[in-house]
């Protein structure tokens, strides 16, 4: 069982809808929560960063976090083409080993 | 501010070659990764190095992957010999200390014949 699993998608949303990400994982120690955005051929890029539990809000973008279920979302609100690409979870212990372990991703597609 | 820059963009070989990647952090970013992304999966952290010092190894196959970051700054990975299953894009991601982001550059593809 890989720690971190994230469905691969693809997920076609039509432009406009609210759009959920999700991972689960099974490493209870993790503690920081990322979401990457990556474009076909590029990088990834830091979307959110969440420490422990609860909420965070940025724009059209939230992220949660619930420990107790090792449950991570990403909700993007009125999704917009340029919102296509795949998006990375990611996270990491607080003390140990730091690096951060990432999903395999989510390919989304909004459609015009 | 300039980002992370890589090179080459796209490497083919054949399996027992050598092959080298370069990377130029961000200027002032004291912490500079190495991933391998292998098609279908997140990125995979190979190396961390602070300043110059390597901080974490631990996924690195030693046997045939080595990387250097001379003076702190640019940084160079290579395998030798390369095998199939070394096909994969190859990340370079770069921090200041004790900063959570981490800011990648495009990636250098390599496919191994």
């Known amino acids: 069982q890989k720690e971190v699993e994230q469905d691969p998608g693809p997920l076609s949303v039509p432009e406009g809808a609210i759009v959920s990400l999700n991972c689960t994982y099974s490493?209870?120690?993790?503690?920081?929560f990322m979401w990457y955005r990556q474009y076909s051929r590029k990088g990834p890029e830091l979307l959110m960063y969440?420490?422990?539990?609860g909420n965070k809000e940025d724009g059209r973008f939230t992220a949660q976090v619930d420990k107790s279920s090792k449950y991570i979302s990403l909700f993007i609100r009125d999704s917009q083409p340029s919102d296509s690409a795949t998006y990375l979870c990611?996270?990491?212990?607080?003390?140990?080993?730091?690096?951060?372990?990432f999903g395999s991703g989510t390919r989304l597609q909004v459609q015009p | 501010e300039a980002g992370v820059a890589q090179s080459p963009r796209y490497k083919i070989i054949e399996k027992r070659q050598s092959v080298a990647f370069w990377c130029n952090p961000i200027?002032?970013?004291?912490?500079l990764y190495w991933y391998q992304q292998i098609l279908g999966q997140g990125p995979k952290l190979l190396i961390q190095?602070?300043?110059?010092?390597?901080?974490?190894d631990s996924q690195l196959p030693k046997d045939r992957f080595s990387a250097e970051r001379l003076k702190g700054v640019d940084s160079t990975l290579k395998i030798q010999p390369a095998k199939l299953e070394d096909s994969a894009v190859y990340l370079c991601?770069?921090?200041?200390?004790?900063?959570?982001?981490?800011?990648f550059g495009p990636g250098t593809r390599l496919l191994v014949l």
């Open positions: 969440t420490y422990s539990s």
């Open positions: 990611a996270m990491r212990s607080r003390t140990g080993r730091r690096a951060l372990t």
């Open positions: 190095f602070q300043n110059n010092g390597v901080v974490d």
């Open positions: 490493n209870s120690a993790f503690q920081y």
């Open positions: 991601a770069s921090s200041r200390a004790g900063d959570e982001t981490q800011y």
């Open positions: 200027s002032g970013h004291a912490t």
